[in-house]
């Protein structure tokens, strides 16, 4: 069972990317869906929640506005649409799959953890 993170990479400050996270169905139906991101030389940190229906969304305040979260319940995929990239943002970004605490940042907190996709904001 693997939640399995897409679309990362290099993008220049002030740029957009959309991050992917393919679930497997029975899961995706069954959970909110989150991200989290682990930066260099920081502590993990949480960056939103959507619920199973998609009607609720959460955000941490460092990327309200600029990021946001949505769910494709018929292909049981998570996005992450993230715009105006700063350099801060660079990180390595996680979607996760039944939190167990709200705004968990580790892997013990939530049912299902991915393997990570990785986001670099350089000039």
């Known amino acids: 069972l693997q939640l399995v993170e897409s679309g990362g990479g290099m993008v220049q400050p002030g740029g957009s990317l959309r991050l992917s996270c393919a679930v497997p169905g029975f899961i995706f139906s069954s959970y909110d869906m989150s991200w989290v991101r682990q930066a260099p030389v920081k502590g993990p940190e949480w960056i939103s929640t959507?619920?199973?229906?998609?009607?609720?969304?959460y955000y941490a305040d460092s990327v309200k506005g600029q990021f946001t979260i949505t769910r494709n319940n018929a292909k049981n995929t998570l996005y992450l649409q993230m715009n105006s990239q700063k350099p801060e943002d660079t990180a390595l970004y996680y979607c996760?799959?039944?939190?167990?605490?709200?705004?968990?940042?580790?892997?013990?907190?939530?049912?299902?953890w991915g393997q990570g996709t990785q986001v670099t904001v350089s000039s």
């Open positions: 996760a799959a039944g939190g167990t605490v709200v705004a968990g940042t580790l892997p013990i907190e939530y049912e299902y």
């Open positions: 959507i619920n199973t229906s998609g009607s609720k969304t």
